[in-house]
């Protein structure tokens, strides 16, 4: 008879070398970068030296720029979530025909790609947009009578139509748990409604109204792509000077010394998001959705309602139909000129190859981080759940392994890809480890930003099985392989599926990082965007938005098929 434990130990080996593939991968592709920026940034010539990290605060330059940081991303906070507010309400607590389009509509900023956003706006309001070429034709002037472009405030409209939908959705979920019975209980002990709202409601409210502006603050802290490309020369966040410093003053120990205050901000930011994010998850006495929604029954309320949904229509739809419009209309009217121009490579392109095959290289980019995005995260879920799961008796080390491996793949959350690009930059383009020239980072890059996501949405798909099914197949008779086979796959498809579109959505429209590893021969739909809006010429104009709507299309209908396969919620995304 064979020893069974000799024939099983070459199956729990490999087993075991898989179950490493997600750790191994993190510590060469997202720790070793983050090392390289720390080496750099605090040992710029073999030896500790502070001077670089001390100019943030020694610089009256960098405490310019730390300032508008700062203050663009309070400011865009606030008015985000000023405009919110009222959504929210409407959402959360009436019924009105077109709701779920309306709400579908409200979070479609958040999957649009920055660059997107800033073409958007530039076909919006910018010098040759359409509310400016409608106001010269209605009043008759030569010059367009709205300057905004590279202006502060053309910055803060953009990071409200990107981050409305992030502070809708959070204050929306929670609002629509909380039981309308305790205001009006408050209104039948004699409260008005402003007071009720301000003592009962506004109260429950509060770890919702902190969450969501940590998170949107976060989002503009780390604002690249639409300040870059909106703000112009004049404007520049620490993520903007971090790119300025590496790429066009090779000012490399500088940069790195800015990419650790940089994380360091961020890291702290994050820490408060997930105290915050976690009083969330216990909302006071949560009510079915159907029972707190009702029709609205007065002309007051049926007047907010209407007004509500009217703005959501004009501040989503308004930059997105004047982004499509732009990339139909030529000199003389309606055409297709812009998009067949992205089939050909003219003398004077920016690039070596037609625009068009941007737009092959970004597809196939996506595809290949999806792939590693899926599997790094699938094997990370299974693995997580396994170690929760194992009683404590024979447990040992497993519980606190799960305890950190489930954080540690959620720390790229918490980097923006402009640190993580900077960090391939440095720690690629030398021995042990030459990359730094091949398209092969950009798959790896985009998915260690992806994986988290993956994380999150297929975590709790496993975390739903019940033991009891594996166990009743496994005394059938069936193996490890057909259980997962016949018990796993068909309750965790869907949630994969919904992680796989987020995954290749996410690398579809990476911009921060990409920046930095893109070769010129090889661009990038979001890089070859940037590149087309910065050149003169209305062919150029006209080839970014035709481009931009194309890579709308594709996030959209990511998008609605995310939509589609989320199972009653599933997930955390």
Same mark, same amino acid.
């Given at each position: 008879?064979?020893?069974?434990?000799?024939?099983?130990?070459?199956? $729990?080996?490999? =087993?075991?070398?898989?179950?490493?593939?997600?750790?191994?991968?993190?510590?060469?592709?997202?720790?070793?970068?983050?090392?390289?920026?720390?080496?750099?940034?605090?040992?710029?010539?073999?030896?500790?030296?502070?001077?670089?990290?001390? *100019?943030?605060?020694?610089?009256?330059?960098?405490?310019?720029?730390?300032?508008?940081?700062?203050?663009?991303?309070?400011?865009?906070?606030?008015?985000?979530?000023?405009?919110?507010?009222?959504?929210?309400?409407?959402?959360?607590?009436?019924?009105?025909?077109?709701?779920?389009?309306?709400?579908?509509?409200?979070?479609?900023?958040?999957?649009?790609?920055?660059?997107?956003?800033?073409?958007?706006?530039?076909?919006?309001?910018?010098?040759?947009?359409?509310?400016?070429?409608?106001?010269?034709?209605?009043?008759?002037?030569?010059?367009?009578?709205? *300057?905004?472009?590279?202006?502060?405030?053309?910055?803060?409209?953009?990071?409200?139509?990107?981050?409305?939908?992030?502070?809708?959705?959070?204050?929306?979920?929670?609002? *629509?748990?909380?039981?309308?019975?305790?205001?009006?209980?408050?209104?039948?002990?004699?409260?008005?409604? %402003?007071?009720?709202?301000?003592?009962?409601?506004?109260?429950?409210?509060?770890?919702?109204?902190?969450?969501?502006?940590?998170?949107?603050?976060?989002?503009?802290?780390?604002?690249?792509?639409?300040?870059?490309?909106?703000?112009?020369?004049?404007?520049?966040?620490?993520?903007?000077?971090?790119?300025?410093?590496?790429?066009?003053?090779?000012?490399?120990?500088?940069?790195?010394?800015?990419?650790?205050? *940089?994380?360091?901000?961020?890291?702290?930011?994050?820490?408060?998001?997930? $105290?915050?994010?976690?009083?969330?998850?216990?909302?006071? =006495?949560?009510?079915?959705?159907?029972?707190?929604?009702?029709?609205?029954?007065?002309?007051?309320?049926?007047?907010?309602?209407?007004?509500?949904?009217?703005?959501?229509?004009?501040?989503?739809?308004?930059?997105?139909?004047?982004?499509?419009?732009?990339?139909? =209309?030529?000199?003389?009217?309606?055409?297709?000129?812009?998009?067949?121009?992205?089939?050909?490579?003219?003398?004077?392109?920016?690039?070596?190859?037609?625009?068009?095959?941007?737009?092959?290289?970004?597809?196939?980019?996506?595809? %290949?981080?999806?792939?590693?995005?899926?599997?790094?995260?699938?094997?990370?879920?299974?693995?997580?759940?396994?170690?929760?799961?194992?009683?404590?008796?024979?447990?040992?080390?497993?519980?606190?392994?799960? =305890?950190?491996?489930?954080?540690?793949?959620?720390?790229?959350?918490?980097?923006?890809?402009?640190?993580?690009?900077?960090?391939?930059?440095?720690?690629?383009? +030398?021995?042990?480890?030459?990359?730094?020239?091949?398209?092969?980072?950009?798959?790896?890059?985009?998915?260690?930003?992806?994986?988290?996501?993956?994380? +999150?949405?297929?975590?709790?798909?496993?975390?739903?099985?019940?033991?009891?099914?594996?166990?009743?197949?496994?005394?059938?008779?069936?193996?490890?392989? $057909?259980?997962? +086979?016949?018990?796993?796959?068909?309750?965790?498809?869907?949630?994969?599926?919904?992680?796989?579109?987020?995954?290749?959505?996410?690398?579809?429209?990476?911009?921060?990082?990409?920046?930095?590893?893109?070769?010129?021969?090889?661009?990038?739909?979001?890089?070859?965007?940037?590149?087309?809006?910065?050149?003169?010429?209305?062919?150029?104009?006209?080839?970014?938005?035709?481009?931009?709507?194309?890579?709308?299309?594709?996030?959209?209908?990511?998008?609605?098929?995310?939509?589609?396969?989320?199972?009653?919620?599933?997930?955390?995304?």
């Amino acid at each position: 008879m064979p020893d069974l434990t000799i024939t099983r130990a070459p199956r $729990r080996l490999l =087993r075991s070398l898989v179950f490493l593939l997600p750790l191994l991968f993190f510590v060469l592709f997202y720790f070793y970068p983050l090392g390289a920026i720390l080496r750099l940034g605090l040992l710029p010539e073999g030896r500790p030296d502070l001077s670089a990290l001390a *100019q943030l605060f020694a610089s009256s330059y960098f405490l310019r720029v730390l300032w508008f940081t700062l203050w663009q991303a309070v400011v865009s906070t606030a008015l985000t979530l000023a405009l919110a507010f009222p959504g929210a309400y409407v959402l959360a607590r009436f019924r009105f025909p077109g709701k779920a389009l309306v709400r579908a509509l409200a979070t479609l900023p958040f999957v649009l790609p920055t660059v997107v956003v800033a073409a958007a706006f530039v076909a919006l309001i910018g010098p040759n947009g359409v509310i400016n070429d409608w106001l010269r034709a209605v009043l008759g002037l030569a010059r367009p009578p709205i *300057q905004l472009t590279q202006t502060v405030w053309i910055i803060l409209l953009a990071h409200v139509f990107y981050n409305y939908s992030v502070a809708l959705r959070l204050l929306t979920a929670y609002w *629509q748990n909380l039981p309308p019975s305790l205001t009006q209980a408050a209104q039948m002990l004699g409260a008005s409604p %402003a007071r009720a709202f301000v003592e009962v409601t506004l109260p429950l409210l509060r770890p919702a109204i902190m969450a969501a502006a940590v998170l949107v603050f976060i989002f503009c802290f780390t604002s690249f792509g639409v300040v870059v490309i909106l703000g112009g020369p004049r404007f520049a966040t620490l993520e903007v000077e971090i790119y300025r410093q590496a790429v066009n003053l090779f000012n490399l120990p500088v940069a790195a010394a800015l990419s650790l205050w *940089q994380i360091l901000f961020t890291f702290i930011l994050m820490g408060f998001y997930t $105290r915050t994010q976690a009083r969330i998850s216990r909302p006071v =006495r949560p009510g079915a959705r159907r029972a707190v929604e009702r029709p609205a029954r007065s002309g007051r309320e049926r007047l907010l309602v209407g007004g509500v949904v009217a703005a959501i229509v004009v501040l989503i739809g308004a930059p997105l139909l004047a982004l499509t419009g732009r990339s139909l =209309r030529g000199a003389g009217g309606l055409t297709l000129a812009y998009y067949r121009a992205l089939f050909t490579n003219r003398e004077s392109s920016l690039f070596f190859v037609p625009p068009a095959e941007a737009i092959l290289n970004s597809v196939a980019i996506a595809l %290949a981080a999806m792939a590693l995005a899926v599997t790094l995260g699938l094997i990370s879920a299974q693995l997580v759940t396994r170690w929760e799961r194992t009683p404590r008796s024979a447990a040992g080390g497993r519980a606190a392994l799960s =305890r950190l491996l489930d954080p540690l793949l959620m720390l790229p959350l918490a980097t923006s890809a402009v640190t993580l690009g900077l960090g391939y930059l440095i720690s690629f383009g +030398r021995p042990p480890l030459v990359l730094r020239d091949s398209i092969a980072l950009l798959p790896i890059v985009h998915a260690v930003v992806a994986v988290p996501f993956v994380l +999150r949405t297929v975590l709790p798909g496993f975390r739903a099985i019940p033991p009891s099914l594996r166990e009743v197949a496994a005394m059938l008779g069936a193996n490890e392989w $057909r259980v997962w +086979r016949e018990v796993d796959w068909p309750l965790i498809r869907r949630p994969l599926l919904v992680g796989a579109l987020f995954a290749f959505t996410m690398s579809m429209g990476e911009f921060g990082a990409t920046v930095f590893l893109v070769r010129p021969e090889t661009p990038t739909l979001p890089v070859a965007i940037y590149r087309f809006l910065g050149q003169p010429g209305a062919l150029n104009y006209g080839q970014a938005l035709a481009m931009s709507v194309l890579l709308m299309a594709v996030c959209a209908v990511a998008f609605v098929a995310i939509e589609h396969f989320r199972v009653g919620g599933e997930g955390e995304f």
